[in-house]
């Protein structure tokens, strides 16, 4: 083997190495992920499944993703503020209503009233107002929605994303951390609104994605072998032709040495 050749096949077996690490890390990664969606998943059900205990039981601290989807009850009355989550989805895109309730403790709560879809080709319909008088909210808890600042803080009542902390610190107010998800209202909600669903309890596309990438690898693996077989093949031939023209060379100037004498 010449010297050159030995590099490249240096070189190429340093590039598929490097390769072959990264696309197995990826594919852990998306295994890790796959773990922490079924994780998720049992969570979600875990919890959505239990009987509805009063909101001060669960949302009496920060909440947490361990604390979310516990079904909770709050009784109260709307203060009047209500905020249109913009950019969401459910089967379609629309917007989520959030309203602050004072629970019949006199704390402040954070409702997400429910889901309202966009009609085709129109702007987001109008948040409808909350029931008055006292109500009775049974629904999920969710943690609080992080993201920047400009998508946390409400601006002229719209919110990109759902945070209790954001909204009491433009109310001037305290409110509980976190928010519920209304599934049920009595006395009922407007029925233009969707409750939120719970989320989709699929294990999605990691699974095929780690065996994507574990097949890159396996792939970047044959093909260096594939390669090098190529080259040593095509060097043999080349040695081969070269012994035939030698010994063609040599057979000629065999006949041609009686005549020269």
Same mark, same amino acid.
């Given at each position: 083997?010449?010297?050159?050749?030995?590099?490249?096949?240096?070189?190429?077996?340093?590039?598929?190495?490097?390769?072959?690490?990264?696309?197995?890390?990826?594919?852990?990664?998306?295994?890790?992920?796959?773990?922490?969606?079924?994780?998720?998943?049992?969570?979600?059900?875990?919890?959505?499944?239990?009987?509805?205990?009063?909101?001060?039981?669960?949302?009496?601290?920060?909440?947490?993703?361990?604390?979310?989807?516990?079904?909770?009850?709050?009784?109260?009355?709307?203060?009047?503020?209500?905020?249109?989550?913009?950019?969401?989805?459910? %089967? @379609?895109?629309? =917007?989520?209503?959030? +309203? /602050?309730? *004072?629970? $019949?403790?006199?704390?402040?709560?954070?409702?997400?009233?429910?889901?309202?879809?966009?009609?085709?080709?129109?702007?987001?319909?109008?948040?409808?107002?909350?029931?008055?008088?006292?109500?009775?909210?049974?629904?999920?808890?969710?943690?609080?929605?992080?993201?920047?600042?400009?998508?946390?803080?409400?601006?002229?009542?719209?919110?990109?994303?759902?945070?209790?902390?954001?909204?009491?610190?433009?109310?001037?107010?305290?409110?509980? %951390? @976190?928010?519920? =998800?209304?599934?049920? +209202? /009595?006395? *009922?909600? $407007?029925?233009?609104?969707?409750?939120?669903?719970?989320?989709?309890?699929?294990?999605?596309?990691?699974?095929?994605?780690?065996?994507?990438?574990?097949?890159?690898?396996?792939?970047?693996?044959?093909?260096?072998?594939?390669?090098?077989?190529?080259?040593?093949?095509?060097?043999?031939?080349?040695?081969?032709?070269?012994?035939?023209?030698?010994?063609?060379?040599?057979?000629?100037?065999?006949?041609?040495?009686?005549?020269?004498?």
């Amino acid at each position: 083997m010449t010297r050159r050749m030995l590099l490249r096949w240096g070189a190429l077996l340093l590039v598929v190495a490097v390769l072959a690490v990264v696309f197995v890390q990826l594919g852990e990664w998306q295994l890790r992920r796959l773990d922490e969606r079924r994780a998720t998943n049992a969570r979600v059900l875990e919890h959505s499944q239990q009987q509805p205990q009063p909101y001060a039981q669960v949302m009496d601290e920060t909440i947490d993703d361990e604390d979310q989807w516990y079904p909770v009850t709050v009784t109260g009355t709307y203060t009047g503020e209500t905020y249109q989550a913009r950019y969401r989805n459910q %089967d @379609g895109a629309g =917007t989520e209503v959030v +309203s /602050v309730l *004072e629970a $019949d403790d006199g704390r402040l709560v954070l409702i997400d009233r429910g889901f309202i879809p966009r009609p085709q080709g129109q702007p987001d319909p109008a948040p409808p107002a909350p029931p008055t008088g006292e109500v009775t909210v049974q629904g999920y808890v969710h943690r609080n929605e992080r993201g920047r600042d400009n998508a946390i803080t409400p601006h002229e009542f719209n919110i990109r994303l759902i945070n209790s902390e954001a909204i009491g610190a433009s109310l001037g107010e305290e409110l509980v %951390d @976190g928010y519920i =998800t209304a599934q049920s +209202s /009595v006395p *009922e909600d $407007d029925p233009l609104l969707v409750p939120v669903a719970l989320p989709s309890l699929d294990e999605g596309p990691h699974l095929s994605y780690a065996w994507q990438w574990f097949s890159f690898t396996l792939i970047a693996v044959i093909g260096v072998v594939v390669l090098i077989r190529a080259d040593i093949r095509d060097r043999r031939k080349a040695e081969r032709r070269r012994a035939r023209l030698a010994q063609r060379r040599e057979a000629e100037e065999a006949i041609a040495e009686p005549a020269d004498t």
